[in-house]
C-alpha cells in the first residue's frame, strides 16, 4: 500500500486571480501514509486542497485521485474532506448533524455512535455545535469528514488555533487512521507539525520546494530542525 499513491499530479497549474497560484506543480501522495502539505500562508496548499477534492478549476496539467480524474463523481464517496472553517450546522446537536451526513452517505447510524466515541465528544453529544469551543468544533467537522469511512482524507489546516494537547490528540487520532489504511493529506504552515508526518510536500509560491520524508529534508539541507531547513530551502529558490 505505501508503494502506491492516491494523488498524482503532473504538471498542475491553477490560476486565481490573473496569477498562478499553482505552477508547474508535479506531486505524489502516497496511498495510506500521513502526508504533510506544508507551506506559509499563500503558497498554494488550499489552492491544491480544492484541486483534489474537485472544487477547483485547473488550467492545465493533470492530476489523478485514487486513479480517476480530480474532481470525478465516483469519488465523492471515496474522499473526506474538513476544511477551515467548520462545515457542520451550528444549530444541530453533535449527533444530529453526524446522523445527518449519515443518511445522506447511507451510512448505518451506529457509525455516529463510533464516530462520537472516536473523537471524544461523548459528553457533548447533544450540544448544540454553536455553544461548543472552537476545539469541540474542530472535531465535530473531522468526524463529519470520516462519516463515509473515506479512503482519503483531505484536511485543510485541522489543528489551527487549536491548543497544544488538543493538537497532539488529533495528531494521534490521524496515525490510527493511517495504520488502519487511510490516506491522509493534512495542510499546516506550523512547521514543528511537520514531524509527525510520514511524508511530506513542502510548496512556496505556488511550487513544489521538496518532497520526503522529514529525515529526508533534515538531510538535504543539513539543518537541525524542520524549520530551518524549510527556510534554508526557501533562500535556496530566492537566488
Known sequence: MPDQSAVVS????????????LDDLS?????????????PSGSGKSTLIRSIVGVQV???????????????????????????????YADLTVAENLRYFARLLGVPAER????????????????????????????????AALVGSPELLVLDEPTVGLDPLLRRDLWAMFKRLADDGTTLLVSSHVMDEAGNCDELLLLYEGRLLA???PDDLLRRTGA????????????EAGR
Not at 503532473?10 to 497560484?21: F, I
Not at 486513479?67 to 465523492?76: E, I, Q, T, Y
Open 58 to 88: 485547473i488550467r492545465s496539467g493533470s492530476l489523478q485521485v485514487l486513479g480517476l480524474k480530480a474532481g470525478s463523481a465516483a469519488l465523492r464517496a471515496r474522499i473526506g474532506y474538513m476544511t477551515q472553517a467548520p462545515s457542520v
Open 10 to 21: 503532473e504538471g498542475l497549474r491553477v490560476v486565481r486571480g490573473g496569477r498562478p497560484a
Open 27 to 39: 506531486a505524489n501522495v502516497k496511498a495510506g501514509r500521513v502526508t504533510g502539505l506544508l507551506g
Open 211 to 213: 518532497a520526503g520524508t
Open 112 to 143: 455516529v455512535d463510533e464516530l462520537i466515541e472516536t473523537v471524544r465528544l461523548d459528553a457533548e453529544r447533544d450540544k448544540v455545535v454553536n455553544d461548543l469551543s472552537g476545539g469541540q468544533r474542530a472535531r465535530v467537522s473531522l468526524a
Open 224 to 235: 537541525n530542525d524542520l524549520g530551518d531547513g524549510f527556510l534554508r530551502l526557501v533562500e
